[in-house]
């Protein structure tokens, strides 16, 4: 990741951020499709928002979304990427200086399985807490991830058999898959 890149997508967002209530989770997701609205529509990716927030403290630690930083970035590795930065540590020791109380909002399942190969971002999430780390206590996803690129993704059950939570917010999907897919051919398009 550049030097200078900031855990916050933008200054504008702190203001909406500031002003969320504690355990606002609709709030929360809000946001996170606030900066899925930033990453740039193409036919390959959802297009995804992500923010690490100790709830605990009602602070957002960290944001991102799906192309923000260089490479073929998913939101919730931007996140992390940017918080382990911040915090002068590998995304590998983020488990260890993340709050006792982090959650992390997303508004698609964390994948499960990447045809570029890279890391999934659910393995991202579980190895934060591998040794005993804090890690992610939670996971609040807005819409299961549409079976489009790599099939049925698993990633809410591999999470719940890592003992990290998956919880569903209701009441954004539609617009949650507007943005996630805008780019994508419609085969109104074909």
């Known amino acids: 990741m550049p030097k200078g890149t900031r855990m916050f997508s933008s200054d504008a967002l702190m203001d909406d951020f500031l002003a969320i209530a504690p ?17 740039p529509p193409k036919p390959t990716n959802f297009r995804v ?24 970035t998913h939101a919730e590795q931007c996140c992390l990427q940017k918080y382990a930065e911040a915090h002068d540590v590998t995304e590998d020791h983020v488990g260890e200086v993340l709050p006792e ?21 659910t393995d991202r999430i579980v190895k934060l807490r591998n040794g005993g780390k804090k890690g992610i206590a939670k996971v609040y996803v ?17 999470l ?31």
């Open 23 to 39: 355990s606002d989770h609709h709030a929360y997701m809000r946001l996170a499709l606030q900066l899925a609205e930033k990453s």
């Open 142 to 158: 807005g819409v299961k991830e549409p079976e489009k690129f790599v099939g049925e993704n698993e990633g809410r059950a591999k």
């Open 49 to 72: 928002g992500a923010v690490l927030v100790d709830a605990s403290r009602n602070q957002v630690l960290s944001t991102g979304y799906t192309l923000e930083l260089t490479g073929n």
């Open 160 to 190: 719940q058999e890592h003992g990290i939570e998956s919880i569903s917010v209701p009441g954004l999907e539609a617009e949650i898959l507007r943005v996630a897919t805008a780019g994508h051919v419609k085969d109104a398009d074909v």
């Open 101 to 121: 109380d982090t959650v992390l909002y997303t508004t698609m399942e964390p994948c499960n399985m990447r045809a570029s190969g890279n890391l999934p971002c």
